[in-house]
């Protein structure tokens, strides 16, 4: 137990998970990005959403758990919704699930009550010392995002950052052959990166500029731009589609169990394969990259970035943030 509070605490934390998206009765999944804890709304905008409904699982750690029950303490928990821009906030009270540390949670968020963002957290407290509902444990938020102003400039997958690429303080994951690139996709964290080299001459000029700059200049910005977007998308969409894994007891395929390699196929599959299911496009994809098939295939990948990045403007984004720019 921590002595963070001044009472009896959960060494690790609770986990809250999202189980289930449904946007005005219609499930939405393409919403949803489960590496970043993140629902962007913003891409329902078009169909002017009203209701959003969610279905969510807090998970405690189970020993402990058990030994706050041997001790006579009986956890309960709480999910909590808060909107500050709107002064919204909803607590939650989410039933028991499958096992004492467990609980589910369903509830509704209504778009004329948001603004910007809404934070979500999962909440296990508990009667200690004598104080009701003290709280004990308290889990990574996920954010919603209702309004594309409170979105992340780098809006997704990717995180974006300067980083050497030459000489001793060379990033470990960049390697020594990508000295002279002007950038470099990193696949193989939690979360995908694109590390711009941060030692070549001129580069962070290009991109740190304003808008106002000459036509010639502006083109080359947004062309460069674009071509490591692209480069970027097309190759996380082909390692998800590697990463697909064969089911041995059923034969059927299914996503990656890295989360950004599952929601990259959530929104890539459909533009690929607009007329089938989500099962049928996984084994599809998995078979047709190393086919006969595997050209055109790979055609359809680059209409999908193509429709998803926006002319580059991802990345465009990305690079205005402080955090690229210093």
Request: glycine share 6%.
């Amino acid at each position: 137990m921590t002595s963070v509070l001044p009472h009896r605490t959960l060494e690790k934390a609770p986990e809250l998970r999202l189980v289930d998206l449904e946007v005005d009765g219609v499930p939405r999944p393409d919403l949803v990005e489960q590496h970043l804890e993140r629902i962007d709304m913003t891409a329902a905008q078009d169909g002017g959403w009203k209701r959003v409904r969610l279905r969510m699982e807090l998970i405690a750690p189970e020993d402990e758990i058990a030994a706050l029950l041997d001790d006579g303490i009986e956890p309960r928990a709480t999910v909590v919704a808060r909107c500050a821009a709107t002064k919204l906030r909803i607590a939650h009270q989410p039933t028991p699930g499958e096992d004492e540390s467990r609980w589910d949670a369903s509830f509704e968020l209504f778009a004329h009550d948001l603004r910007d963002k809404v934070t979500i957290r999962g909440e296990v407290v508990a009667d200690i010392d004598g104080r009701p509902a003290r709280r004990i444990g308290t889990s990574v938020p996920w954010t919603l995002y209702s309004d594309e102003t409170a979105v992340p400039p780098f809006e997704g997958t990717f995180q974006v950052r300067w980083s050497h690429f030459v000489g001793a303080e060379r990033d470990p994951t960049i390697p020594e052959q990508a000295g002279s690139e002007s950038f470099f996709v990193d696949l193989a964290g939690s979360v995908p990166a694109i590390h711009l080299n941060g030692d070549l001459d001129g580069l962070r000029e290009l991109f740190s500029g304003g808008v106002e700059r000459p036509p010639l200049e502006a083109a080359l910005r947004e062309a460069e731009m674009r071509r490591i977007a692209t480069a970027a998308w097309t190759a996380a969409i082909g390692a998800s589609a590697a990463a697909i894994r064969l089911n041995e007891e059923t034969g059927s395929c299914e996503l990656p169990e890295t989360r950004w390699m599952a929601d990259i196929l959530r929104w890539s599959l459909p533009i690929i394969y607009p007329d089938v299911t989500e099962d049928e496009a996984v084994a599809r994809v998995r078979k047709e990259l190393v086919g006969s098939d595997a050209v055109i295939t790979q055609v359809m990948i680059q209409l999908a970035v193509s429709s998803h990045m926006g002319a580059g403007k991802l990345l465009q984004k990305a690079l205005k943030t402080q955090e690229v720019l210093t």
